[in-house]
Nanobody
């Protein structure tokens, strides 16, 4: 099982980035994919999740209205489009896979597999 994030980088406040999470080694359709982030000195927090079973999505209040999660099952890839970025969005972003549809999509314990993370830095 492998999850590989890409698309991070340095962007000015107000800018946009699109993160990708490429999955392999498991049946993509049976899993929900979540995005988490961890800022320096802070705990990892759930940002967004998409469930393959019904296409339902979850967004943390801090990103709602600015981030959009989507999936391309043909490519086994989930995307996180991040718009109107703020300096407080600066963090390492991780994608993770949870079997089925997580009851609490923002909680780490729901997820079985994790990627290595990609750095997002938003300058003011």
């Amino acid at each position: 099982v492998q999850l590989v994030e890409s698309g991070g980088g340095l962007v000015q406040a107000g800018g946009s980035l699109r993160l990708s999470c490429a999955a392999s080694g498991f049946t993509f359709d049976d899993y929900a994919i979540g995005w988490f982030r961890q800022a320096p000195g802070k705990e990892r927090e759930g940002a967004s999740c998409i469930s393959s079973s019904d296409g339902s999505t979850y967004y943390a209040d801090s990103v709602k209205g600015r981030f959009t999660i989507s999936s391309d099952y043909a490519k086994n890839t989930v995307y996180l489009q991040m718009n109107s970025l703020k300096p407080e969005d600066t963090a390492v972003y991780y994608c993770a896979a949870a079997q089925g549809r997580p009851v609490h999509p923002g909680r780490e314990y729901e997820y079985d597999y994790w990627g290595q993370g990609t750095q997002v830095t938003v300058s003011s």
